[in-house]
């Protein structure tokens, strides 16, 4: 079965997590992914959190699977002329340098487009236009200015940054479909053209249920906020809301047996309206089905922290796996607290590709996180990240054409520095 990016061509030129969440996508996918790194030295993360000594670091190889990498110094002149070339053979370029730092190597989106008007050029910024353009930023910079640590946390604490990625990863997933509607837009205009993705803008979209609520309390009080059933009022901005649903059924992380020595003896329960008699059978108030003060789910309102602590009163006496199979068996929404050891032990999860073992030739094997887009006719596998510079010689000849003699020319010249030493020893 082909690849469903087969033929696609990506010059990627990204760095840290939210470019390399991208072009990872598109190499799933099947795209040649040509990453482009300083020679000597490579994306950061090859060398940040280090668990084995000159080893690359897990921080690069699970965001650089299925990839060739290139060293390139993009300042050096024959550099700059092997950049060019490869300008003219891909599909698309993606960067998420600091604000200016692509035009400063001489890459300007004219220059680009006037080069190859095929080519797509995607970038990922911390900021759109406007007042900080010009700012580098990280991940919990983007969830701070994207509007998700104003909302998350408990109301009484400090603003919280939470640990999925969506300022990095999030972006990268925006940025990756920006990439493909191009493609597609270039099979009918026959034109490139740039895809802007700015990390504020991409937490904001992940965010939007939060702005909802901000108008929402504009007309007043918001009723499934446990702070509505506390009767504290609200101020002029969304609060942040604990573990309360964000949607229109009410729902609380409760513990379960043995939450005193396990962190994660936790399920998150959704009272939804569907199924409240259920849920009232189960927890052993069969009179609430039908008592005025909480047979509807307007009713319920005001009292959510009174039915959540009898419901939890419940759920203490069970722990989260087997709360989980009673309440599956009436349909009842809710989700066990996973830790990252019980997800990386699940078998299910492997054998769908989503949790895959990975071997590198320096690491050894280690765990990664698959494919999570499965498309039916089109396989993702994932093979290991590359050493840097590993495909220097076969890119400067199969993709460029340059003879033996041109490419011991650009190594001699310092632009491409050396072959990296584990593979120099073989
Ligand atoms: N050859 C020569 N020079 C190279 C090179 C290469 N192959 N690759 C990069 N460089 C140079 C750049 O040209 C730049 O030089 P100048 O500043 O002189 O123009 C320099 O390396 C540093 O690049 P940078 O500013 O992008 O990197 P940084 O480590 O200082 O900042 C980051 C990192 C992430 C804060 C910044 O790139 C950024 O804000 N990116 C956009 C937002 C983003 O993606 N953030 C998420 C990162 S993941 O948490």
Excluded at 178 to 183: D, N, P, S, W
Excluded at 353 to 378: C, F, M, Q, W
Aim: net charge negative; charged share 25%; hydrophobic share 35%.
């Amino acid at each position: 079965m082909a690849k469903a990016l087969e033929g696609v061509r990506i010059l990627d030129f990204t760095h840290v997590q939210s470019g390399p969440t991208c072009t990872q996508l598109l190499a799933w996918f099947g795209a040649d992914v040509i990453k482009v790194e300083r020679p000597g030295a490579g994306d950061a993360t090859r060398q940040q959190l280090l668990d084995i000594p000159d080893v690359d670091g897990l921080y690069f190889t699970m965001l650089n699977h299925n990839k060739r990498s290139m060293t390139i110094d993009s300042k050096h002149p024959k550099g700059k002329e092997v950049l060019w070339r490869l300008i003219k053979e891909c599909d698309v370029l993606v960067e998420n340098f600091a604000p200016g730092a692509l035009a400063r190597m001489g890459l300007t989106w004219e220059k680009i487009h006037e080069a190859n008007p095929r080519m797509i050029l995607a970038s990922v910024k911390g900021f759109g236009p406007g007042r900080y353009e010009d700012c580098k930023v990280y991940e919990n910079v983007a969830q701070c200015a994207g509007g998700s640590a104003s909302t998350t946390g408990f109301r009484d604490g400090i603003p919280m940054v939470t640990g999925a990625q969506i300022g990095d990863s999030g972006t990268g997933l925006h940025l990756a479909l920006g990439i493909v509607t191009a493609l597609y837009h270039r099979t009918h205009s026959g034109l490139g053209q740039k895809v802007d993705c700015a990390m504020q803008d991409s937490v904001l979209n992940l965010c939007r249920v939060k702005l909802r609520d901000q108008q929402r309390l504009a007309h007043g009080p918001l009723h499934e906020y446990s702070q509505f059933g506390e009767g504290i009022p609200f101020g002029d901005a969304v609060p942040r809301a604990g573990n309360d649903s964000g949607g229109g059924q009410p729902g609380r992380i409760l513990k379960c047996k043995g939450h005193e020595h396990d962190p994660n003896a936790y399920i998150y329960f959704i009272t939804q309206a569907a199924v409240w008699g259920p849920i009232c059978d189960i927890i052993g108030e069969p009179g609430w089905k039908t008592d005025p003060g909480y047979a509807t789910p307007k009713a319920r309102l005001p009292h959510l922290n009174e039915i959540f602590t009898r419901i939890e009163a419940w759920t203490m006496t069970k722990t989260k796996f087997e709360a989980m199979d009673i309440l599956n068996e009436f349909d009842i929404p809710c989700g066990p607290i996973l830790s990252m050891k019980e997800i990386a032990e699940d078998e299910a999860l492997r054998a769908t590709g989503t949790i895959v073992e990975v071997d590198h030739p320096t690491r050894g094997k280690y765990l990664s996180v698959g494919n999570p887009i499965k498309l039916s006719a089109s396989p993702s596998d994932v093979t290991r990240s590359p050493l840097l510079g590993e495909h220097n010689d076969e890119i400067l000849r199969d993709v460029l054409g340059y003879s033996q003699d041109e490419i011991a020319e650009i190594a001699d010249s310092g632009a491409i520095g050396a072959v990296p030493t584990k593979m120099a020893a073989e």
